[in-house]
């Protein structure tokens, strides 16, 4: 709790008892390393913390080595996501968290490019709904994405699709191509495979 972050005490419970369930995590937008540290100390296996931590200095990249740094199940991945991150992540994982940007085309190309490398439950954070509310894309981007399969661990901003039940998206996606500025300005093009 005293790494500084969003992710509140039953978000970083949640996420613990997830990840202890799982052999491999990949997390996305990692920053101080708040959430990571819960998923670095429950998860037996690799956890891939996806983020660019491109700010002056590497203030945030030393501040989150300081505090995660010390896991022996830590593998940092420095780049965006989801490209070019998914490329340095070998293989399939069981879990994907995705608490990146939080713009609607980004939402949506961090679930369709780290989808089907995910084998059990891929969920997100910052889900709210309402006028007013936080991030009101990451509401859409998840609806449009997966329909009515979605839910909202108690007490938190958590969204969770079990893939293990239904790996199906919503029909009627069919863009191949999402092109987009995200929240920190950074103009993307990303081929996605639904």
Known sequence: MSIWGWTHEPELLWLGEQAAKMDSVVEIGSLH???AFALLSACPGSV???DS???IKDQSYGSFMSHCGHFPNLVPVRAFSPSPAIDLVQGMVDMTFIDGSHVYSS???DIAGWLPKTRKLICGHDFHEGEGAGFPDVAVAV???FGDRWTVAPETSIWAVDLEADRS???HLLDTVLDYIDEYDRHTRVAVTW
């Open 33 to 35: 390393g708040r959430s």
């Open 48 to 50: 891939y913390c996806v």
């Open 53 to 55: 931590w491109s700010d």
């Open 107 to 109: 939402v949506l190309a």
């Open 143 to 145: 609806k449009e994405v």
């Open 169 to 171: 998206v919503a029909p």
